[in-house]
């Protein structure tokens, strides 16, 4: 049975380690934060200049001063600050993240990431995720395998106009959690109930299958 974007962030957040400095981007990556362990100690950084969010306030509590980087309104954890974005991408560019979580819409078996553009559909700009990709070492990408169509978007090659080449280290889909290395996609759990087959089906890139793959523990 594959994940629905709820498990694919509780899958992610199991990567989330104590002392951790963790910039979440738009989409599946904001529910990171409600998942988190409670007995480790992590700072969720937003590049609109927010240092300590915490999870999602509940409805009747939100405060429509404090949002994320997506505009979603969030809750603050005890000596969250605040700062402008001058301060927040000197935190980015000076590689002081220790984690970032991006969504992704295509997946190179390289690493590549395509997260901002599609062609003929009328976008702001880019964004933060510019100086993320390009600042940071440990990218997880959170993302769905297949888009609507049921056509892979783990690829040989991006199709869409890159955000950052060379740079995605895991990617945890609604099927598996991969590692880029040099050959491809490695293959290291599968969903729960879900086959090797099935996630090989779904995969257009060099997917690399050693020895048995465990489920995944969410």
């Not at 409670?38 to 999602?56: A, H, K, R, T, Y």
């Not at 106009?161 to 590692?179: Q, R």
């Amino acid at each position: 049975m594959a994940l629905d974007k709820t498990g694919i962030a509780k899958r992610i957040a199991k990567e989330v380690k104590d002392g951790y400095y963790v910039n979440l981007g738009i989409g599946i990556p904001t529910l990171v934060a409600n998942y988190v362990r409670e007995d480790i100690s992590v700072e969720f950084q937003s590049e609109n200049g927010v240092l300590g969010m915490g999870p999602f306030p509940f409805e009747g509590e939100e405060d429509a001063d404090i949002i994320n980087a997506g505009k979603q309104t969030i809750t603050t954890l005890p000596g969250a600050s605040f700062f402008d974005s001058a301060m927040s991408f000197g935190m980015i560019r000076g590689q002081h993240v220790d984690l970032t979580i991006l969504g992704a819409m295509e997946v190179s078996e390289n690493g590549d990431i395509a997260n901002w553009k599609i062609p003929g559909k009328m976008v702001k700009g880019m964004g933060g995720a510019m100086d993320l990709v390009a600042s940071a070492d440990n990218i997880i990408v959170a993302m769905m395998h297949v888009n609507r169509a049921g056509q892979s978007k783990l690829l040989k090659r991006c199709s869409l106009p890159l955000t950052g080449v060379g740079c995605v280290k895991k990617v945890v889909t609604e099927l598996a959690v991969m590692e880029i290395v040099p050959e491809g996609f490695k293959l290291l759990e599968r969903a729960p109930g879900v086959t090797v087959q099935e996630i090989q089906k779904a995969t257009e890139g060099n997917l690399i299958i050693e020895g048995d793959i465990p489920e995944m523990v969410i």
